[in-house]
């Protein structure tokens, strides 16, 4: 076991399951096409990271081979919201021995394998990561601590859940590390590169 664990929160891909705010714009057709590329993406920039793997469903149990087997653990969300579900499995990583655990979307097309290794690479010095997304959410966020008020009581897919999150961290004082600002994929405009899967 390694000592160090990548959490990657997503959902089945299903036809009208996810990407709401995308499918009101482009069909619910080409919003599914988009998130099997994101969940795509995000199994290959990180079967290869040298630590543990934990897919977490929202819903059910994978229906699909997106995700190695061999390679990720799989397990379903528990709790009532965003920030309940992150908060226990931040604690039962950390009840089963993880010293540095990162957790992480599928939403987020511009994300590298690099990226995630400098999350981990940051926590070697640094109580907490994030990576800010340009909505003012995060895209990632990373601990090696036990403080969870990060996750406690905020108002969740809004601008200031980053600003938030680290007012918590800075009055604990606590120690953070940031990673580039990077898109998550939510609106049509921002596709980007993603607009090639689409008709």
């Known amino acids: 076991m390694s000592k160090k664990l990548l959490i990657i929160f997503t959902k089945i891909p299903k036809l009208g399951n996810g990407k709401s705010r995308l499918a009101h714009t482009i069909g619910e057709e080409n919003a599914f096409t988009i998130f099997k590329e994101l969940i795509k993406h995000t199994a290959k920039i990180t079967k290869d990271i040298d630590c543990d793997k934990w897919v977490c469903y929202a819903d059910n149990t994978e229906e699909n081979s997106f995700f190695d ?17 992150m908060r226990n ?7 089963q ?8 979307g599928s939403d987020c097309y511009e994300l590298s394998q690099s990226e995630i290794e400098k999350g981990f690479r940051i926590l070697n010095h ?11 959410g995060y895209y990632l966020i990373g601990t090696r601590t036990t403080f969870t008020k ?30 580039a600002t990077l898109s998550d994929v939510d609106y049509e405009s ?6 090639k899967f689409i008709d």
Do not use: C, M
């Open 126 to 136: 640094s109580d907490f990561v994030f990576g800010p997304a340009k909505d003012g």
């Open 150 to 179: 990060v996750f406690d009581n905020k108002t969740w897919s809004t601008s200031t859940v980053l600003y938030e999150a680290l007012r918590d961290v800075e009055g604990a004082d606590l120690s953070h590390g940031e990673l």
């Open 97 to 104: 021995g993880y010293e540095q655990i990162i957790l992480i």
């Open 190 to 195: 921002d596709l980007g590169e993603l607009r």
């Open 89 to 95: 499995v931040f604690v039962s990583a950390t009840d």
């Open 69 to 85: 087997h061999s390679i990720y653990k799989k397990l379903i969300q528990s709790g009532t919201d965003l920030g309940e579900r």
